[in-house]
Structure formats: C-alpha cells, structure tokens
C-alpha cells in the first residue's frame, strides 16, 4: 500500500493501478486520495513521511467535516515557478542570474547600480534552496518538489504559465527567455505520481489579451485537459484558472471584452473557474461581476502592499463577493524581500518572524473559511515568499543568506501541513 497521508485515508491502493504504482480514485466528497510510493522517487520513506504527519497532525480525513451535496472540503493551492534553470540542465543560468530592476522615478533609480546576479555564487534570491539552484528542468527536482507538495497538504500548484511554447514574447519578469509551456507535461507527470494536481496561473505575457486568452483555454484543453493532474472542482469538474495581473487596476478598460470572452466559453468544453486578482480599489467587486469572473484571490504575501493583501480587510471583500455570488480566495504568505532584485523596495520586507507571520495570515485565513487559500508561494525565491526548504549559505564574496533558523529548512512545509488540515477540518465549501 502506497502511505496516504491526507484526504480519502485508505482509499489508495498501489496494487490496483498496473499502469503505475500512484493511485488517483475520487472519493465522496470529490476530492482525491494522496498517496506517496516509497518505490517511484518519493523523497522520503514511509517512516519520514509517518513521522512528520504526526508531528505536523496531518491525519485523514476522519478529522474533516462531512459536506454535504454540492458542497466540498475547501482546497489549498500554491503558486509555483517553472522559471529556473542551470547549466547541466538548461545550458545557461535562468532567472537565478536576474538583473536589478530598475525604479519608476530617475532619481530613486539613479541610486542603485544595475548588473545580472552571477551564480552558482551569489543569486537574485535572499535565501539559498536547499536543493541548490536547481532546473525546472529536472524531473528529479520536479518530483521532489511535487513529494513536498503533497506532504505539506496542498492540493494544486498554481504553475506559472508564460504562453504557448511556439509564442515568440516576454516569458518572465526578467525576460530571460524561460519557456514555462515546454515543461508543463514533466510538470503534470510529476505531479499525478505525487498525489498533487495543477491549476494553471496565467501571467501577463508579452501581448497577453482577453482575445489571446480564449486562444490559450482552447490550447490548455487541447494539450493538457485530459490529463488526470488538472485540478478540477465542483459538480462540473471545472478547471481552475488564475489570470494574474487582471483587475480593476490592471484592466479597467477591459471589462467588456474580458465578459465576452468568458461568455463565450461557458458551458463548453473551454468553461472553467476564472478568478482574477483583486488589489482593493474602489470598484474591484464590480469589476469582478461586470468581467464575468467567478471570484478572486490577493495573490501578494507582503502584508498590506494592497488593501487586498491585508487579512483585516478579508472579511469586507469576502461579503462584497458572496453578495455577487463570487468566490474569494486569500493568499497567505511566510513573509517578503525582494530587495535583491528590487533594492529600493525595502519599506515592503516582512521578517518572517521564525514563522509568526506566517501563522497570523494562516490564522486569518482559517478564521475567514473562504472557498479555497492560496500560498505565495512554494518557490519565489526571488521575492523571498517560498516555503521551499533553505538552508545557510555564505558565498565566496561574504554575502550571507538568509535561512529558517533556529528552525529546519523544511520548517514551512511542516508548518503548511498543520495550517491546511486545520484550514480542511473547518468548513465546507459551496
């Protein structure tokens, strides 16, 4: 028997599956087993794995509530970056050699140097994985990455998606040319063997429009809607999207378009979950009605950068959009520094606080029983959000990295198991 370690306990059995020893079965509540093989790559043992669920109180599902028709457990999902790459893998540094952006206003930009980060020595990020600086590439890091998934309770990464693989266009923040659509079937594979599924996060890619998108749901559909890893949700099995960067701020003059579009897919094959971002202006629950969205969720994990980012203001925007018949879903994070790659943007570091701020934000969310938490994020290294494991580090030239200590560097995986089982133990979602 594969190990469950949350959901359906005990529906999972490796010995009924002869096309691979990972077993996907629905069970009532239209969630699914997780199970990790010790057997296919698994990063841990089944005494690891066994242990750790004790400790974090990660149990089955006799815990959680019994929902009732129509309704279902609420989930957790995590933003997750596709963007990385190394030598041995990719040919050339990824995203970890990311330059210094530059500031709006000349003279705030005038005081900070611009250069590329040169690793493997000193990289964008102010703390150092554990697992070094890896590839998207890897399908070993890739199912490693997707073991600690399943073991901290989250039930989709929300992949960063920078357009289809043929588009020639900005694929990233930094434009360094990271192409996220090659690797989305190695991402999907390692994500049905862990017991983990995908949603897909669509970024602002170069030319990105309401038009394009319909485009790329017909593109997903084509290549990746059959597969068993595509995170759906209710009676209709719908998949989920997340349209970053979409918002009363972003696309104010929009709204038409994007309602037609969205319009024109429902009911079809293209129909999904749509949730676009919401910042906290006035006029952001209207927008979200009028664009023909299903809800919205905060995204950013530095505590207050937005209205929406504030847990204080959660309750107000989940009651504007229940009231629309929207969804909300609140982005918890373990704190922020960018200041690597932003380094005029210190006034919006959050110290971790050997994981209280990440409590707090947990605590909020749980207190608010929304339809679903997002994490941000699994691995942002860059704006220092990632509960990916860190570990110390000093590079040649002296700079010192930040790390989880006095605590273990995969501490915030441990801590997420805790958070999603008391998240899924609280509510029922509609």
Same mark, same amino acid.
């Given at each position: 028997r594969?190990? %469950?370690?949350?959901?359906?306990g005990?529906c999972?059995?490796s010995?009924?599956s002869r096309?691979?020893?990972?077993r996907h079965?629905? %069970?009532?509540l239209?969630q699914?087993c997780?199970?990790?093989?010790?057997?296919r790559g698994?990063?841990?043992?089944?005494?690891?794995?066994t242990a750790?669920a004790?400790?974090?109180g990660?149990?089955?599902?006799?815990d959680?509530p019994?929902?009732?028709a129509?309704?279902?457990?609420?989930?957790?999902h995590?933003?997750?970056?596709?963007w990385?790459g190394?030598?041995e893998?990719?040919?050339?540094?990824?995203h970890?050699?990311?330059?210094?952006?530059p500031?709006?206003?000349?003279?705030?930009d005038?005081?900070?140097?611009?250069?590329n980060w040169?690793p493997?020595?000193?990289h964008?990020?102010?703390?150092r994985?554990?697992?070094?600086?890896f590839s998207a590439?890897?399908?070993?890091?890739?199912?490693?990455?997707?073991?600690e998934l399943?073991?901290?309770?989250?039930?989709?990464?929300?992949?960063?998606?920078?357009g289809r693989k043929d588009?020639?266009?900005?694929?990233?923040d930094?434009?360094?040319?990271?192409?996220?659509?090659?690797?989305?079937?190695a991402?999907l594979?390692?994500a049905s063997?862990a017991?983990?599924?995908?949603?897909f996060?669509?970024e602002?890619?170069?030319?990105r429009?309401?038009?394009?998108?319909?485009?790329?749901?017909?593109y997903?559909?084509?290549?990746?809607?059959?597969h068993p890893?595509?995170?759906?949700?209710?009676?209709r099995?719908?998949p989920?999207?997340?349209?970053?960067?979409?918002s009363?701020?972003?696309?104010?003059?929009?709204?038409a378009?994007w309602?037609?579009a969205?319009?024109?897919v429902?009911a079809?094959e293209?129909d999904?979950?749509?949730?676009c971002l919401?910042i906290g202006e006035r006029g952001?629950?209207?927008?979200?009605e009028?664009?023909?969205?299903?809800?919205?969720?905060?995204?950013?994990?530095?505590?207050?950068?937005?209205?929406?980012s504030h847990?204080?203001?959660?309750?107000?925007?989940?009651?504007?959009?229940?009231?629309?018949?929207?969804?909300?879903v609140?982005?918890?994070?373990?704190?922020y520094?960018?200041?690597?790659?932003?380094?005029w943007?210190a006034?919006?570091v959050?110290?971790?606080k050997?994981g209280?701020?990440?409590d707090a934000?947990w605590?909020?969310?749980?207190?608010?029983q929304p339809?679903?938490v997002s994490?941000?994020?699994?691995?942002e290294?860059g704006?220092g959000?990632?509960i990916?494991?860190?570990?110390?580090y000093?590079?040649?030239?002296g700079?010192r990295?930040?790390?989880?200590?006095?605590?273990a560097p995969?501490?915030?995986l441990?801590?997420t198991?805790s958070?999603?089982?008391?998240?899924r133990?609280?509510? %029922?979602a509609?």
């Amino acid at each position: 028997r594969a190990l %469950c370690v949350m959901d359906c306990g005990g529906c999972c059995n490796s010995s009924s599956s002869r096309a691979s020893p990972w077993r996907h079965r629905p %069970c009532h509540l239209r969630q699914h087993c997780r199970c990790l093989h010790p057997a296919r790559g698994a990063p841990w043992s089944i005494g690891v794995l066994t242990a750790w669920a004790a400790l974090s109180g990660v149990a089955g599902a006799a815990d959680e509530p019994t929902c009732k028709a129509g309704q279902h457990r609420p989930a957790v999902h995590a933003a997750f970056y596709l963007w990385y790459g190394n030598p041995e893998s990719d040919g050339r540094w990824l995203h970890w050699d990311h330059k210094v952006l530059p500031h709006w206003d000349p003279s705030v930009d005038a005081k900070h140097p611009k250069f590329n980060w040169r690793p493997p020595n000193e990289h964008h990020a102010p703390f150092r994985p554990e697992r070094g600086l890896f590839s998207a590439r890897s399908n070993e890091t890739l199912r490693g990455q997707f073991g600690e998934l399943a073991v901290a309770g989250v039930d989709s990464a929300m992949i960063s998606w920078w357009g289809r693989k043929d588009r020639v266009t900005k694929r990233d923040d930094a434009d360094s040319g990271a192409n996220t659509d090659e690797l989305v079937p190695a991402v999907l594979d390692a994500a049905s063997s862990a017991g983990v599924f995908v949603s897909f996060h669509i970024e602002p890619y170069g030319g990105r429009t309401p038009e394009t998108f319909l485009d790329d749901l017909r593109y997903i559909h084509e290549q990746y809607g059959s597969h068993p890893a595509v995170w759906r949700e209710g009676q209709r099995a719908l998949p989920v999207f997340w349209l970053y960067d979409v918002s009363i701020q972003h696309s104010r003059n929009d709204v038409a378009a994007w309602r037609a579009a969205l319009d024109s897919v429902r009911a079809t094959e293209l129909d999904g979950l749509f949730f676009c971002l919401w910042i906290g202006e006035r006029g952001d629950a209207e927008f979200v009605e009028e664009a023909g969205f299903d809800g919205a969720y905060t995204y950013f994990a530095a505590l207050g950068f937005t209205p929406g980012s504030h847990p204080a203001n959660w309750p107000r925007i989940k009651q504007q959009l229940g009231r629309r018949g929207k969804m909300f879903v609140p982005a918890v994070g373990p704190g922020y520094d960018d200041t690597l790659i932003r380094p005029w943007n210190a006034h919006n570091v959050r110290d971790r606080k050997h994981g209280g701020y990440y409590d707090a934000m947990w605590k909020a969310a749980v207190e608010l029983q929304p339809h679903a938490v997002s994490i941000t994020s699994y691995n942002e290294w860059g704006e220092g959000t990632q509960i990916e494991p860190a570990v110390p580090y000093t590079s040649p030239q002296g700079r010192r990295y930040q790390d989880y200590a006095p605590n273990a560097p995969d501490f915030y995986l441990g801590k997420t198991a805790s958070w999603a089982r008391a998240f899924r133990g609280s509510t %029922c979602a509609s």
